[in-house]
């Protein structure tokens, strides 16, 4: 949940941010003291496939520093770990660690096509239950947020697909 997905006038702006950003703050009075903020942000210098991505998109290459990588206001009071990685998968040590070695997570935010599949394949793969509250994520577009919960959804047991009135009233 960040400025650069989240303001109209970046070029990474995911059109459903909004209402997704109003799903998840209903949310974090349930994981209160559990929450986990994840930011992705560009490396220094990309290697590999990375090199030809920031080409096609150089308006990422910014300094971490840059007030576009921040936590959007709504989210930047919260008391929450953040775990900062330059992939589109946020799973790997850092967030195991953050999750206190925990085996099951819930998984919101944006993008649903990007980061959210991303992380949560990789959660799936490590072993740990991955539950991805639908109406609390937002694609770049509506059918590629679809098309994401869709291929998510093929992966149950190992990750499910809820909506934030499922997580409020405890039916998951």
Known sequence: MQ???GDPSSK???PGYATASAAVQRLLPVFEG???FTKFLAPVRPHGAWVAYYKQWPFFLRP???PIWEITKEFSKQDANVVSKHTFSKWGPELFEATVHTHEVVIVGVSTDCCVLSTAL???DA???VRVVADACAGVSHSSHQ?????MAQYAPMIDISTVEDIISGTV
């Open 34 to 36: 559990r929450t986990i």
């Open 12 to 14: 990474a702006f995911v």
């Open 147 to 151: 098309q994401a919960l869709s291929i």
């Open 64 to 66: 971490n520093t840059d």
């Open 3 to 5: 400025f650069v997905f």
């Open 127 to 129: 072993g740990v239950h």
């Open 122 to 124: 990789a959660a799936a």
